[in-house]
């Protein structure tokens, strides 16, 4: 059964601080891997989707990175912004059973 | 990219009354669509899979009887909650997989289900 973990599972910043975000995952068969963000009461904003056969993907100041055999993915937000602040999740879209799991995510606070 | 549909946003309904909730792939066909639950402050669980034409498939603890999922089209699929009772109450978040074209899902905006 595939586990998704994302550490920290709260982080604080002042404006300005390049971060990491982290998701492991526990089973390598994957297709593909995909950042979201959420804001409170709200539903999901596709950030970034890595297929498995990719190492990374850039959009603007986000830049994800996919290892595979380590069951290893981190989201690095660059110049972070208060706009920002939201919770990101993470979510594996497994081989051998066609869906995603997602893990517990990671609430982001950017201070001004 | 594709887009995902849900109706209502939201809905507020009284103890024992049965909710359905939408999920319309606009532009695209969805082979397979899945419901998720997201309680405050927690992740997104998947409930169930369903294909369209056929049964669906519930995630363990998801009783089948009270969440009902009917996938009639490749483009709708529905969810039921039977019976709601104030501990139902969720945001509720389906998906749409295109199957062979795509191996991406894509999301709806979810609907916020608030039982009295």
């Known amino acids: 059964k595939q586990e998704v973990t994302q550490i920290p599972a709260a982080l604080s910043v002042p404006e300005g601080e390049n971060l990491v975000l982290n998701c492991s995952f526990t089973?390598?068969?994957?297709?593909?891997l995909q950042w979201f963000r959420q804001d409170p009461g709200k539903g999901l904003t596709s950030l970034l989707l890595?297929?498995?056969?990719?190492r990374e993907q850039t959009s603007g100041r986000l830049n994800a990175s996919l290892d595979k055999s380590s069951g290893r993915s981190t989201l690095y937000i660059a110049a972070s912004q208060p706009g920002d602040s939201a919770t990101y999740l993470c979510?594996?879209?497994?081989?051998?059973?066609?869906?995603?799991?997602f893990g517990d995510g990671t609430t982001l606070t950017v201070k001004p | 990219g594709a887009v995902v549909s849900q109706h209502p946003s939201w809905v507020i309904c009284k103890s024992g009354t049965s909710v359905k909730i939408e999920c319309r792939s606009l532009?695209?066909?969805?082979?397979?669509m899945f419901w998720y639950r997201q309680f405050p402050k927690q992740s997104l669980m998947l409930m169930a899979t369903?294909?369209?034409?056929?049964?669906?498939?519930?995630e363990q603890g998801v009783e089948k009887d009270k969440f009902l999922i009917n996938h009639a089209s490749l483009t709708l699929s529905t969810l039921t909650v039977t019976s709601a009772h104030p501990e139902d109450s969720s945001f509720y978040i389906c998906?749409?997989?295109?199957?062979?074209?795509?191996?991406?899902?894509?999301f709806g905006p979810g609907t916020r289900l608030t039982v009295l």
């Open positions: 998906s749409a997989y295109p199957g062979l074209a795509g191996l991406e899902q894509f």
């Open positions: 089973d390598s068969a994957i297709y593909n």
């Open positions: 890595i297929q498995s056969s990719q």
């Open positions: 979510a594996v879209l497994n081989t051998n059973a066609g869906k995603s799991t």
């Open positions: 532009d695209f066909q969805a082979t397979t």
């Open positions: 369903s294909n369209e034409g056929s049964k669906a498939t519930y």
